[in-house]
């Protein structure tokens, strides 16, 4: 179970203002079809992440000693700092709509998660947890309950939100959890 809640809560935080959450935004604004949309951010999700989370535990089961888990601590602090950063949606970085609402979601939300905070945050879970499923299942949460609002409420959202605070909240989670692997790695609890 801590397994999912962290994942999910890591996730729907650190996602708040994400790049991909302004991709949901832009979408629901242009192509009018949100239930299309979420199922395709939902489809995306679990096949990034479940890609993810397993890159995630295999790595860890491939190198288990002390210093991999001081890095995965080490990843978690970093990505403390990473939250703080402002995500953008670029102009250039747009999509075409080719097929239905679900068809571009799919794609879009698919390629723009590669290498963004969220999958890195799932290979840091993966790795910890060592479950591709409760963590691809909890991450993936993560992501509705954090781009479900986003679909359906769009910009009014962003006026009532602070981003801002979000960001912090998410970065001071990543730290926690960063500090307490490294002090179980390091044998201080």
């Known amino acids: 179970m801590e397994a999912f809640l962290a994942s999910t809560a890591v996730v729907a935080l650190a996602e708040i203002g994400d790049k991909t959450m302004l991709l949901a935004i832009v979408l629901a604004a242009r192509l ?3 239930w299309q949309i979420l199922a395709g951010i939902f489809c995306a999700t679990i096949a990034n992440h479940a890609l993810a989370a397993l890159v995630g535990r295999e790595v860890a089961g491939l ?3 002390p210093w991999f ?3 995965v601590a080490l990843g978690f602090i970093a990505m403390a700092a990473w939250t703080l950063v402002p995500d953008k949606l670029d102009d250039d970085e747009g999509f075409k709509q080719r097929g239905g609402a679900f068809l571009t979601t799919l794609v879009a ?3 723009v998660e590669m290498g963004d905070k969220t999958q890195v945050a799932t290979i840091a879970l993966g790795a910890k947890y060592h479950s591709v499923l409760v963590v ?3 991450t993936t949460l993560g992501m509705m309950l954090a781009n479900g609002p986003a679909v359906f409420l769009g910009e009014e959202l962003v006026k009532r939100v602070s981003l801002r605070a979000t960001r912090i909240a998410a970065a001071l989670l990543f730290l926690v959890l960063g500090l307490w692997q490294l002090a ?3 044998g201080v609890l």
């Open 63 to 65: 190198v288990d000693a």
């Open 136 to 138: 691809a299942a909890g």
């Open 184 to 186: 179980q790695s390091t």
């Open 109 to 111: 939300f698919f390629l």
């Open 32 to 34: 009018r079809a949100p």
């Open 69 to 71: 888990r001081v890095a």
